[in-house]
Each structure stands twice: as structure tokens, then as C-alpha cells.
């Protein structure tokens, strides 16, 4: 949608419109700087995420005047410089683990009601998605 920016004021004016009769307020003009807001943001989602913005805007507007904050348009900055990677490698060994526990203490068992799927809380189907995802040999914990 960034590449039709003039097409944007009639558009949310529509929206707006459209909006404001449903949840019964009377809204009679748009900001200046809200319609710069508008033309200027990239619009990612496409017009879903237009409508949604003056959706949010109009049922929280109090007055005639249609005004979108300017913050909901801030880039996020990331919360901290940690890169997620090793979270996500942790939780792959914790997930390896806890399947891994499962099957030694089923004794490889993955359906039934003293399975490790069971155990887990888990449908069999999804335990052997992720066996099979991990590379886990369940296999090794068959009982001797």
C-alpha cells in the first residue's frame, strides 16, 4: 500500500466514516498532522493494518476531530542487546530434555496412558513431530 500514499486520505476518510457510524460518534474532519501520519507511515500490514489503526483512533476519539497518537507509529526499539539465539538454544535443550526424561521414563513407550506423550500432556502426534524434528532416537531407552 506504501506505493499509492495519495490514495490514503480518501481511504481513511471511508474508514473513518464507516467506523464512526458503527460505534455512533460523529467525526467531521481529520487532522492535518494525522493525515501526514498516515501518508508518511510504510503500512506493512497493508490496508488491514489502516483500518485497524483508525478503529483504535475512532473509539478512543472524544471530540468531531479524527487524531491517531503519534506514538503508534514509533519503531520499537528492542528491549535489550542480548541476541535471542541462545534463549531459543536453551529452550531446544530444555525441550530435548524433557522428551528425553519422558521416553527413558516410559521406556521408549510414546502413546498410551503410561506413554510419553502422557506424561508430557502432549498428543502423540505433535511428540512425534518433535522427536523426529530433534533427531531424538527414542529407540536407546527401550527397557533392557
Not at 521406556?107 to 505433535?126: D, F, N
Amino acid at each position: 500500500m506504501c506505493e499509492r500514499r495519495e490514495d490514503i486520505p480518501l481511504l481513511a476518510e471511508y474508514l473513518i466514516d464507516r467506523c464512526a457510524k458503527r460505534v455512533g460518534k460523529k467525526i467531521t474532519k481529520i487532522s492535518k498532522k494525522t493525515l501526514d501520519l498516515l501518508q508518511a507511515y510504510h503500512w506493512p500490514g497493508n490496508i488491514r493494518e489502516l483500518q485497524n489503526v483508525i478503529e483504535r483512533a475512532v473509539i478512543l476519539s472524544d471530540g468531531e476531530i479524527f487524531v491517531v497518537d503519534e506514538t503508534w507509529f514509533a519503531p520499537v526499539s528492542p528491549k535489550s542487546a542480548v541476541p535471542a539465539v541462545p534463549m531459543f538454544a536453551n529452550l531446544v535443550e530444555q525441550e530435548r530434555d524433557m522428551i528425553e526424561n519422558a521416553l527413558r521414563q516410559a521406556r521408549e513407550l510414546v502413546s498410551g496412558p503410561t506413554g510419553a506423550a502422557a506424561r508430557l500432556g502432549i498428543p502423540r502426534q505433535r511428540l512425534e513431530s518433535k522427536i523426529r524434528k530433534l533427531g531424538i532416537s527414542r529407540y536407546r531407552f527401550k527397557a533392557s
